[in-house]
């Protein structure tokens, strides 16, 4: 993050596909020529002397590697790790290039020979002297190991070479010196001489630098640390920086820059926000007070400090392995960065402005009419789509949607079946039906639901048509038996819904009756007396009655509107109330099984707990058998978990038998008073068939409820029958165990008590209509009666249309029981 | 080894996610803490007594996590600090922000997979079959091979084993191994064993790192105010350093306290002026109190070096908007939509231009910009609520309702949906439902004017019945 460029002043490209690294640039001047030159070796092995001369601005500014510029080119034949300029010929005081390849030091001396024109000079490399090394070379460094001791040691410069494996060989010029070997060091890290002490900074692969003394020629003892400090992260490079009367170490970590007093005390450290990448130290003539460094980073920007201080940040091309301060051509301060792929640059510090990539937007010129028209043409549509009764909620939509069913002649040969809940050897039928929508305009997201109670299931049940137009859309939906539960209802909803948000729901009938019920196998038999117009119905199971008689009804009816159904005998109390009582008991027990599991995982998070804070405890101490205590606990809420489902699914079957006896006992008490239709709804309402075992509040609680309202107000004895009394009494605790079954089962027996004498519902005069039993006005003239129950009796008065039972696909078994109790009121 | 660590390496300092599972430990002292002292009440400053010192929530949005909102998003911003359990399973579950935080632990483990399956000759080292006890006495061996353990393999027991039997081998004495110790601990939720291994460690070597790792810690355990002394105390032993001061600084904005907060990021830019997060974060500051023009120099600051991405740009167009330079507004709008990567960025830059569409009241454009906000992301609570809001001034009072009542359960901790709802309930005369929206939007915000006045008038008609 920088604000400015660092300016660019001169520039090339060293090589193509070679690499650099730290180390492989330099800068230095060679003979009486003042102007510096850049020394670049790649990895290839091919050195390169360049002569950086600033172009004007005018020149053509696509040629960026001037011929001129590059003195000399020559290829080594072996990779070159480090470059280094210093006076390493005794001989001589001018400054001569030592290269480190990997096997071998090499000290060449840069010549010129002047040619009689300015293009005429040839530069050339001469060797001076190289030392074959015996192990593969890391790094090395240039330092005056043993000290200034004469005038004439001032100019001359040993170098240090560090092997991979951390053995430190020190070249006097021609001679090997010192072989060392650095004690606990596996892999070498940057080194730098020290020259206060003579001794060599070097960061050992641990992470922590130390400081190594290394005196030149006497020492024969190992080498020792003198000091050392931890930095706690692996060093990039070392570099000292002199300042007044000190000189400093500065170490630059993958995350930190720490600057270190030579005694090895801290100075200051600098956390970083940013991947540093080199860094280089300098000093300036005037007002040396303080440490001064450049640090390079991966993020391509050249941080410059003082002390701990950023004082200037620049953003670069490249991002920089090695950096170097120079002069050059008279310039002071110019900053020459190599980047890993051989660019060359020299910098300095300008105040361009950082050109970042501004995002593209179309700049084209907007005609403002076009525009305009555009935008009006645009508002119209969306004002359009807005408005468009297909996309938007209507409230008043005339939309007609219509659902036709077509039944087919008869079940699928194939079962469709699916995800079938029980175990029957035999397929389960099943039934597939076209469903086809048709609708007076277009309409859209519009989605069928097939809603169907639930052993029956529907699949797919539910359909998304998208869009739909006048043309009819048909689909087919396949119903099957899933649970192996009394059904109690074959209605099928299908609800369309689509964007008018009116809900259009037409109900299809479809039905499959059969002497015995798929999957419960419950038997149900219809029995016509030959002598009296009766129907009786048998099964072993009051719930199974329900459908049969409801059909029989229903179908008697519809072929002779004039017939009349009659049920004389008294409600089949006791098997009505038996199964009230075992869902009851059903329900309690699932409540009971609900708190052993709610106090059983407390104990388990208890146990956890205790256990948690002993592990968390610093002082270990015995478990004292919690561990065995929670997974006992563990296998207790599995356990009744387990049973609690079991018992949930017998609940939930009762609760279907509950659903279906409670709809036969409706229909009973309907046709035996005959009830109208509205008196009908109430009674549904009333003593309801919908059993729901989800909510807290169950369908006792419920039914006691309204039954005990229903008694109190109308179809109270008393005078203020008409009054609506608010049912204050009634039980609404929400406890299923607060609901006392026997009450209940009274209440229920004295309000089919009172209907059966004839008391009504809806109108507020509960005089008793007893013989009322003829002529509801506004229905379909339907008398008659069926009467039937688990010992019952049907009845059939008038037309002895027999054939009706011949209608019904069904395996009429033989009766279990025989009753004579015909109610022969004919 | 050491490059692969390096792939993966998080710095400590940053990465610490607050789990949800972290709120069920009792490490927190008090739970019911004095005021100031604690950053588990969120929305502390609103609800003091002594009068706010920052801007108000009606001034400034608020996160999530009922945080005032900062100037950059960093890792703790986004995760629920609620005061319980409770509040946080409570907090509303959107697709992006305020996903209830599982456990720390679980997410860093996500990062040691992620770091496993790139590997395809499965993993680099097979720590089960290391011999700690070997490693640890060398030291050039056990440092790589720790921070190889700690951030690649992401396997803190044995990283924690490791640096164990090296302080064992180093005697104690070695700064770096403490450090690492308290690493582990903090990293397993010991914080009280990370606090005296980064103790013992800053008795050693004083060091930046230390400082900010301790006052992780404290912040974990809830106890800023030691933490802020602590990073004081680096203060002194580094004076320069700007990771100290943007720690304080963080903790102060996490307390509320604005004024001190806004005093650290300015001595933050003064050691680096470079420093992101502090120019964003003073940025937002006088946005929010509106002083739009000054925001804005600094948000050209941050494009200037180079920080180009949408949520300046529109940043900027909202500075330039409210400082009325007109001309810029829509550029910067452009730009940001043609910066914006994700679908989060769009929805928001496109809920601001139907803010800015508001106040010209150019009602349809607003309409169409809160819609478009709301396809690029559905859970756009403030767009719900200024939809709610244009529809219910436009009579549409089903849809507006319907709106407002999104923009509550999207944003439990968001007030302006409630007060909205209970005012026009209030005038539509359901006094029921604008009673209880009002009482809800008073504990949001106490001091909340309208929201007071409202609840007095309704209190006095209910008591006159």
């Known amino acids: 993050m920088s604000l400015f460029k660092a300016r660019e002043w001169w520039s090339c490209k060293a090589g193509t596909d070679e690499t650099y690294d730290y180390g492989c640039i330099k800068v230095g001047i060679f003979n009486e020529d003042t102007n510096s030159k850049i020394v670049v070796g790649s990895h290839s092995g091919v050195l390169r002397i360049y002569n950086p001369i600033h172009r004007d601005e005018l020149s053509d500014k696509s040629i960026t590697n001037y011929a001129s510029d590059l003195l000399l080119e020559k290829s080594l034949n072996s990779s070159i790790i480090q470059v280094e300029i210093g006076k390493f010929v005794s001989t001589s005081t001018l400054d001569h290039i030592a290269i480190l390849f990997s096997q071998k030091l090499s000290v060449f001396q840069l010549t010129e020979q002047s040619g009689v024109t300015e293009h005429g000079r040839q530069y050339e490399l001469e060797l001076n002297y190289e030392h074959n090394l015996n192990r593969p070379a890391f790094n090395m460094c240039k330092g005056q190991f043993g000290g200034g001791k004469s005038k004439r040691d001032d100019a001359r410069e040993y170098i240090c070479v560090q092997s991979v494996d951390g053995v430190l060989f020190v070249f006097e010029f021609e001679r090997n010196s010192m072989v060392k070997s ?53 060093a990039l490079s070392i570099k000292i920086s002199k300042t007044k009367n000190a000189y400093s170490i500065l170490c630059l970590g993958e995350r930190n820059l720490f600057c270190l007093n030579d005694h090895g005390q801290l100075l200051f450290m600098k956390k970083f926000e940013y991947n540093p990448s080199t860094f280089i130290t300098y000093e300036t003539d005037q007002n040396n007070d303080g440490i001064r460094y450049i640090i390079g980073t991966h993020s391509r920007t ?50 361009d402005p950082v050109s970042t990539t501004m995002p593209l937007t179309s700049s084209s010129r907007i005609d403002v009419s076009d525009a305009e028209q555009g935008l009006m043409k645009l508002q119209k549509e969306i004002k359009l789509a807005m408005n468009d009764p297909s996309l938007v909620v209507k409230r008043k939509s005339n939309a007609k949607m219509t659902i036709s069913v077509e039944m087919p002649s008869e079940k699928n040969s194939f079962s469709m079946a699916d995800e079938i809940q029980f175990q029957d050897s035999d397929p389960v039928p099943s039934l597939t039906v076209k469903v086809q929508l048709r609708s007076s305009e277009a309409v859209q997201n519009v989605l069928l639901n097939i809603h169907c109670h639930t052993p029956i299931c529907a699949k797919p049940n539910e359909i998304r048509f998208g869009s739909m137009g006048i043309s009819p859309v048909q689909t087919e939906v396949t119903f099957w038996m899933k649970d192996d539960l009394t059904p109690t209802s074959l209605d099928v909803t299908l609800t369309v819904t689509f964007n008018t948000s009116d809900k259009l729901s037409e109900n299809g009938q479809n039905n ?148 279906c006896a409670t709809k036969l006992i409706n229909l009973l008490l309907k046709i035996s008073v005959n009830m109208s239709n509205d008196d009908e709804r109430l009674l549904n309402s009333i003593l309801t068939p919908i059993v729901n075992d989800d909510n807290e509040q169950g369908w006792e609680e419920y039914v006691d409820a309204s039954l005990t309202f229903a008694l109190r107000t109308m179809l109270s004895r008393s005078s203020t029958k008409g009054d609506l009394i608010p049912a204050s009494s009634a039980t609404f605790n929400n406890s299923t165990l607060n609901i006392d079954v026997t009450k209940l089962k009274k209440r229920i027996q004295m309000f089919c008590d009172r209907l059966e004498k004839g008391a009504s519902l809806t109108s507020n005069s509960s005089s008793v209509t007893f013989e009322e039993k003829n002529h509801d006005d506004h229905q379909v003239p339907k008398k008659k009666n069926i009467i039937n129950g688990v010992k019952p009796v049907v009845q059939h008065r008038d037309v002895p249309s027999y054939d009706n039972n011949d209608q019904m696909e069904n395996k009429l078994l033989p009766m279990n029981e025989q009753h004579s109790d015909y109610d022969d009121e004919t | 080894m050491r490059a692969l660590t390096e792939q993966l390496y998080v710095d400590e300092v940053e990465a610490a996610d607050d789990g949800l599972a972290d709120l069920l430990d009792e490490n927190a002292f008090a739970n019911i803490p004095l ?101 640890a006495k060398s030291q050039a061996l056990a440092r790589p091979l720790f921070e190889h353990l700690f951030y690649h393999v992401n396997d803190i027991g044995s990283a924690l084993q490791l640096a164990r039997l090296a302080n064992e081998a180093t005697e104690n004495k070695d700064w770096y191994w403490l450090v690492q110790l308290g690493k582990c601990y903090h990293r397993l939720g010991m914080f009280r064993d990370a606090e005296k291994n980064y103790l013992s460690a800053l008795d050693i070597q004083p060091m930046v790192d230390i400082y900010l790792y301790i006052s992780k810690v404290y912040t974990r355990l809830d106890q800023p105010l ?42 933050v830019l003064k050691l680096d002026n470079t420093n992101v997060e502090a120019i964003a974060c003073i940025a937002a500051n006088y946005f929010y109190t509106d002083q739009p023009e000054i925001s804005l120099k600094f948000y050209r600051r941050l494009l200037q070096i180079g920080c180009v991405n949408s949520a300046i740009f529109t940043n900027i167009g909202l500075c330039c908007f409210y400082s009325q330079q007109f001309d810029m507004v829509i550029a910067c709008f452009l730009k940001a939509l043609s910066c914006a990567n994700e679908d989060i960025e769009r929805s928001d830059i496109w809920f601001n231009i139907g803010e800015i569409a508001l106040y010209t009241t150019e009602v349809n454009l607003a309409i169409q910009c809160f819609r478009l906000a709301l396809v690029y992301n559905n859970d756009h609570a403030e767009a719900y609520n200024n939809l709610g809001l244009v529809e219910l001034q436009r009579n549409n009072t089903d849809i507006g309702r319907a709106y407002l009542q999104t923009a509550q359960s999207l944003a439990p901790h968001m007030f302006e949906p409630q007060y909205n709802y209970a005012k026009s309930m209030h005038q539509q005369g359901d006094l029921q439902s604008s009673f209880r929206a009002i009482k809800s939007s008073l504990e949001l915000y106490k001091n909340h004017a309208d929201s007071k006045q409202i609840f007095d008038e309704l209190t006095k008609m209910f008591a006159e019945l």
Request: charged residues 20%.
């Open chain 1, 302 to 351: 050249l941080f410059i400090n003082h002390d701990s201080n950023i004082k200037w940040a620049a953003h670069v091309e490249q991002v920089p392995v090695q950096l170097e301060i120079c002069t050059i051509q008279g310039i002071r301060g110019m900053i020459c960065s190599l980047s890993e792929f051989g660019d060359v640059q020299c910098y300095y510090l300008g105040t």
């Open chain 1, 512 to 659: 499959l009756i059969s002497g015995r019920y798929f999957g419960t196998g419950g038997n149900v038999s219809v029995m016509a007396s030959k002598s009296s117009q009766k129907y009786r119905f048998q099964s072993d199971s009051l719930a199974n009655i329900w459908l049969f008689s409801q059909f029989l009804i229903e179908r008697l009816s519809s072929t002779n509107s004039s017939i009349e159904f009659e049920y004389g005998e008294p409600l089949p109390y006791s098997d009505y109330f038996e199964i009230i009582d075992r869902h009851y008991e059903l329900r309690i027990e699932c409540e009971k099984i609900n708190e052993m599991i709610d106090v059983c995982s407390k104990q388990f998070r208890a146990i956890q707990k205790r256990l948690l804070n002993k592990f968390k405890d610093k002082t270990p101490t015995l478990l004292d058998n919690l561990d065995v205590l929670l997974e006992n606990t563990h296998h207790q809420i599995v356990a009744l978990a387990d049973h609690y489902e079991q018992i949930h699914l017998e609940l939930h079957n009762c609760s279907h038998q509950l659903s």
């Open chain 2, 35 to 135: 005021p100031g002292t604690s950053m588990r009440q969120p929305t502390a400053n609103p609800n003091a007594t002594a009068g706010p010192t920052g801007p108000s929530p009606a001034m400034r949005p608020m996160t999530q996590s009922g945080r005032p909102i900062t100037g950059m998003i960093r890792l703790n911003t986004q995760s629920t600090q609620g005061k319980s359990v409770e509040n946080a399973l409570k907090t509303a579950r959107t697709s992006t922000a305020a996903r209830p935080v599982t456990t720390s632990t679980g997410r860093f483990m996500r990062l040691g997979t992620a770091s496993m399956l790139s590997s395809p000759d499965g993993p680099f080292i097979q720590v089960a079959r290391l011999n700690f006890q070997k490693y």
């Open chain 2, 226 to 267: 030691l933490a802020i002394s602590k990073l004081t105390d680096g203060l002194t032993k580094f004076p320069q350093e700007p990771f100290l001061v943007q720690a304080m600084a963080r903790i102060y904005e996490g307390l509320n306290d604005t004024i001190n907060c806004m005093n650290q990021y300015r001595h």
């Open chain 1, 182 to 234: 650095i004690p606990g060091c596996y892999l070498a890290g940057p080194i730098c001489y020290l020259p206060r002490y003579q001794t060599l900074a070097i960061s050992s692969d641990q992470g922590d630098k130390r400081d190594l003394e290394a005196s030149g020629t006497t020492s024969s003892r190992r080498v020792l640390p003198e000091w050392s400090f931890n930095i706690g992260e692996s």
